[in-house]
C-alpha cells in the first residue's frame, strides 16, 4: 500500500478521512479483519493521530468498524435487522416476544422515569431487566419500570427474586387492557453495566428506545432499552418498512 496525503478541502480534515477510510475499507478489507495501529494508519494518510481517531470514532458510530477488548479495530459485519415494534401493540413479555427476563428488582426510578410514571420521588418500582440475542450475539438490553400499582396481586404471587420475579411481573402486566403505547428512539453512549453485557466498551455508540406503555389514561410501565449501534438496524412495524440506519447501500467486503 502507498502513502496516500490529504488534499486541501473545504470540509473538515477528519471527515474527508473519514470517506478515504471508508473506500479503503471496501476495497482493501474484509469483515472481522483487524486494521493497522494507529502510528501506521496516520503515517499512512499523513494526518495527526487526534485527527484519526476523530474519523475511526465517526466509523464506529456509523457501524463500519468495531472495538473489541483485547483485539483491536476490526472491520464490522452488516448491520442485523431487528425488530423494535409491530403493528399490533403488546405488553412486553407477550407471546413471541424475543426479549429473555433475566433479573427483577425493587429500586427507585431515574428521576425522568419517575416524572413519567408519576410515581413519588424515591418511591420504589419493579425493575425488570431483560436481555435480547440476535444471530447469536448480544444486540440489547433493558429496563422495564413497572410501578406496584400495575400489578397490585403480584405479592399473592410466590415468585422470589431473579427471573421468576420478573416472568411474575410480567404475568401481572398482561391482566391489564393496553390502551396504547409510544416509542422515541435517540443515540447515546453505552454505560458501564450495559457495556458489558452488550460486549461493549463503556462510551461505545447505542440506540436507545425509550417506549410508554399505557392502561386506563396512565403511564402503566416504561421500557428503556439499550441497543448496539454499531451492530443492529432498527425496523418498525410488521413490515419492517421503516428503517434506522446510516447506509443503506453498504455492504461486506
Known amino acids: 500500500m502507498g502513502t496516500t496525503q ?12 473519514k470517506t478515504v477510510l471508508s473506500e479503503a475499507l471496501d476495497s482493501e478489507f ?27 470514532e465517526q466509523l464506529e458510530l456509523e457501524g463500519r468498524l468495531q472495538r473489541r477488548r483485547g ?41 425522568s422515569v419517575a416524572a413519567v410514571l408519576e410515581t413519588a420521588a424515591g ?7 431483560r436481555s435480547r440475542v440476535t444471530h ?7 429496563l422495564l419500570y413497572v410501578p406496584a400499582s400495575s400489578v397490585p396481586d403480584l405479592s399473592a404471587i410466590d415468585a422470589p427474586s431473579g427471573a421468576a420475579r420478573a416472568r411474575a411481573v410480567l404475568r401481572e402486566l398482561q391482566r391489564l387492557e393496553l390502551e396504547g403505547q409510544d416509542s422515541a428512539v435517540e443515540l447515546g453512549s453505552a454505560r458501564a453495566d450495559d457495556a ?7 462510551g461505545a455508540p447505542v440506540l436507545v428506545v425509550t417506549t410508554r ?11 428503556v432499552a ?4 454499531d451492530t443492529c438496524r432498527l425496523t418498525f412495524g410488521d413490515s419492517g418498512g421503516v428503517e434506522i440506519h446510516h447506509d443503506p447501500e453498504r455492504r461486506a467486503s
Open 136 to 142: 447469536g450475539q448480544p444486540v440489547a438490553a433493558e
Open 123 to 129: 418511591e420504589q418500582v419493579h425493575v425488570v431487566r
Open 226 to 229: 439499550t441497543y448496539r449501534a
Open 196 to 202: 458489558k453485557e452488550l460486549d461493549r466498551l463503556p
Open 6 to 17: 490529504l488534499e486541501s478541502v473545504p470540509e473538515p480534515k477528519y471527515w474527508h478521512l
Open 30 to 56: 474484509t469483515v472481522g479483519e483487524i486494521l493497522p495501529n494507529e502510528r501506521d494508519l496516520a503515517a499512512r494518510f499523513g494526518v495527526a493521530r487526534a485527527t484519526l481517531r476523530q474519523a475511526l
Open 213 to 223: 406503555f399505557f392502561t386506563e389514561g396512565r403511564t402503566a410501565a416504561v421500557s
Open 71 to 111: 483485539v483491536g479495530t476490526t472491520v464490522a459485519p452488516p448491520r442485523v435487522g431487528v425488530a423494535v415494534g409491530t403493528e399490533q401493540q403488546v405488553w412486553p413479555g407477550a407471546v413471541g416476544d424475543a426479549w429473555h427476563a433475566a433479573d427483577c428488582t425493587l429500586a427507585a426510578p431515574p428521576a
